[in-house]
């Protein structure tokens, strides 16, 4: 039995599984907060400030003072903050945004332990051209529809990757780099854990 480590707030399977990459054993929280952007908000603090609140949220519930984990992810593009599509119209405009140009995936990382700890990720994705109809068909397979920016760049959104620049974990949800700073910090290292990730088995990766 392995002893959890640390709380991760959130119900992304996403955040799981890449956490579960570190081979960190952790328990799960509910990190429900209202995701709206304040008037005049940057993207950069409206990231930090919901994975921020994530993480307030988890403490509240957590069952032990293990430090508690919260992220949030937003695409960036034109200044405007791209969250997860209402509906297939939102997805389709979201694409045409983002279709034949750049945009920047913000990853802000909160941990509440001994102390506040934010860290923010950002990258710049380059997409090729998308026609309607591709994202329409998209739209159809059913990925975007909880995925900031209507895509989702471990699935079949990679079709539109052309290059990213910076981190490809904090596109998913969470950067691993920066995150497993913020875990050293309140003495949460990968190396003391021995679970072993369920996904990778034994076997060398
Ligand atoms: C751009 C992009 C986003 N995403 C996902 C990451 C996030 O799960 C989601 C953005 O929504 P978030 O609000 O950041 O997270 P969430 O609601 O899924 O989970 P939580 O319970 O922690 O609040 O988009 C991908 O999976 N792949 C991608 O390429």
């Known amino acids: 039995m392995n002893e ?12 799981r599984e890449l956490l579960q990459q570190l081979g960190l054993a952790h328990g799960l929280l509910p990190a429900d907060v209202d995701e709206s952007p304040l008037p005049g908000e940057s993207a ?13 949220a988890g403490r509240q519930v957590a069952p032990s003072p293990l430090p508690v984990l919260g992220a949030d992810t937003a695409v960036v593009c034109d200044g405007r903050i791209l969250g997860k599509p209402a509906d297939a119209a939102d997805a389709a405009a979201m694409l045409a945004l983002l279709s ?9 990382v909160a941990v509440l332990g001994q ?10 994705v380059q997409f090729r051209q998308i026609a309607p109809a591709e994202a329409d068909a ?31 974990t904090g596109v998913v949800g969470l950067p691993l780099f920066e995150t497993a700073r913020l875990l050293a910090a309140e003495g949460v290292h990968p190396w003391d854990s021995t679970l072993v990730p369920s996904n990778l088995g034994n076997q060398t990766p």
């Open 4 to 15: 959890v480590a640390l709380y991760l707030a959130s119900r992304s399977p996403r955040r």
């Open 44 to 56: 950069e603090a409206f990231v930090i400030r919901i994975a921020l609140e994530k993480a307030r």
């Open 100 to 108: 034949g140009r750049a945009h920047r995936v913000l990853t802000g």
């Open 115 to 124: 102390r506040e700890q934010t860290v923010l990720s950002e990258t710049r």
């Open 138 to 168: 998209y739209w159809a397979s059913g990925e975007p529809r909880d995925k900031a920016g209507a895509y989702a760049i471990q699935g079949r959104g990679a079709l539109f990757v052309e290059r990213i620049s910076g981190s490809y």
